[in-house]
């Protein structure tokens, strides 16, 4: 069975301090991760996935297979990077993602 | 731009009653999604459907079902509302070209209140 496991529910950092946002998976296949991220009042968006290998308003994130991880991280926050962040997976062939809980990123000034 | 529309952003039916949830995307997407999403519990797939009259269970099915009769328009109906159904419903629609890379696009959501 697949799981997303987001440790933290709760994240407070000061700006400029630098963010990491775990997220460790299970599956069996080989999957393809995603992070998704929603702002205040606005929709669920895609924020990266890790086969684009791309950073995004400075965010990256790289899949280590061996640690089956995924994790998030920003070398330096800032105050609109305050948002709430979800990891999610997509098995092999599959249409359908499966979220972790979520991590409610909040960025001090 | 993609553009996935649901029919109410706030909802307050009672206990008992059936509830319509509707949801529209303009961009010929095959597969369409209806979630929910719970302070805590993250978001939790409902239903999904990758073509018209297609549907497959998700994570938490029971007290739901589904309605695909057109490509552009997916809608959740709870059959007798209750309580514990009180939640955001997220729609959300993905195009099918190589399965697993495509990025979902979702809706504003529902807030639903059972009384």
């Known amino acids: 069975a697949q799981r997303v496991t987001q440790p933290e529910k709760l994240l407070s950092v000061f700006k400029g301090a630098p963010v990491e946002l775990k997220c460790n998976y299970s599956?069996?296949?080989?999957?393809?991760l995603f992070w998704y991220v929603q702002y205040s009042r606005q929709r669920l968006q895609l924020l990266l996935r890790h086969i684009s290998r791309e950073s995004i308003k400075g965010f990256t994130a790289d899949l280590n297979k061996g640690e089956t991880s995924f994790h998030l991280k920003k070398p330096f926050a800032q105050e609109e990077d305050s948002a709430m962040y979800y990891c999610a997976l997509s098995g092999t062939g599959a249409n359908n993602l499966f979220f972790g809980t979520g991590t409610r990123l909040t960025v001090i000034p | 731009d993609v553009k996935v529309t649901q029919s109410s952003r706030y909802l307050v039916k009672r206990t008992g009653e059936k509830v319509f949830l509707e949801c529209v995307q303009d961009?010929?997407?095959?597969?369409m999604f209806w979630y929910r999403q719970d302070p805590g519990l993250g978001l939790r797939l409902i239903y999904f459907s990758y073509d018209v009259k297609m549907k497959e269970k998700g994570d938490i099915p029971e007290g739901y079902s589904v309605s695909r009769e057109k490509k552009e328009r997916f809608s959740l109906i709870l059959e007798s509302a209750s309580t514990n159904q009180t939640s955001m419903y997220l729609c959300?629609?993905?195009?099918?070209?190589?399965?697993?890379?495509?990025?979902?696009?979702f809706g504003p959501g529902t807030r639903l209140t059972v009384l």
């Open positions: 599956y069996s296949g080989s999957p393809e």
């Open positions: 961009m010929d997407h095959e597969n």
């Open positions: 959300a629609s993905s195009s099918r070209t190589g399965g697993a890379y495509d990025e979902q696009f």
